[in-house]
């Protein structure tokens, strides 16, 4: 890549990560005091033996969470984008299941969950969202550093990177 392209990298990889990491921290909150809710959610898509639907449905809210905290702050960044891109994907894999077999559910995204007629109709645009935060995951998991991440405050780099990166943010 040319030297000038790294500075506008460093920008779109930041908005990239905080855009994905708003998302999961608004997902997680919406559902983290509602574990019912969430189980039921994770039920209605029926790819999971109930008892493993129900951990998966307390724990994702938390997962959710912890994942956007550490892509908003930037720390971690490459493990939470990794986690990230494998929710997504799951996700879209979960969407696309329960269209497929003709399942109506809300997808549960953003709290709720579970039978709804006619959700057949979002599917498309929910797996659309999905791809494209996907995509957003896996360009920051890429990147070295993104612009204001705790990561190049709390992990030293070499002097070759630091300067790199002091460059970029010029």
Do not use: H
Not at 3 to 8: Q, S, Y
Not at 18 to 32: E, M, N, Q, S
Not at 104 to 117: P, Q, R
């Amino acid at each position: 890549m040319r030297e000038t392209g790294r500075p506008l990298l460093a920008w779109v990889g930041l908005a990239a990560r905080l855009v994905t990491g708003i998302v999961w921290i608004v997902a997680g909150g919406l559902k983290i005091t509602q574990p019912d809710a969430s189980i039921n959610a994770v039920r209605a898509y029926q790819l999971l033996p109930s008892s493993v639907a129900e951990v998966v449905g307390i724990a994702l809210p938390a997962t959710e969470l912890v994942v956007g905290l550490a892509l908003v702050l930037g720390v971690f960044t490459r493990g939470a984008a990794v986690m990230s891109a494998v929710l997504f994907a799951a996700f879209i894999v979960g969407i696309s299941s329960v269209w497929a077999r003709g399942i109506e559910i809300d997808c549960g995204c953003f709290g709720g969950g579970g039978t709804k007629a006619g959700a057949a109709s979002a599917y498309p645009w929910e797996i659309a969202r999905d791809t494209a935060l996907l995509a957003a995951s896996l360009l920051v998991a890429s990147l070295r550093r993104t612009r204001l991440s705790l990561d190049s405050l709390l992990f030293a780099t070499r002097p070759a990177e630091r300067a790199a990166t002091e460059g970029a943010m010029t």
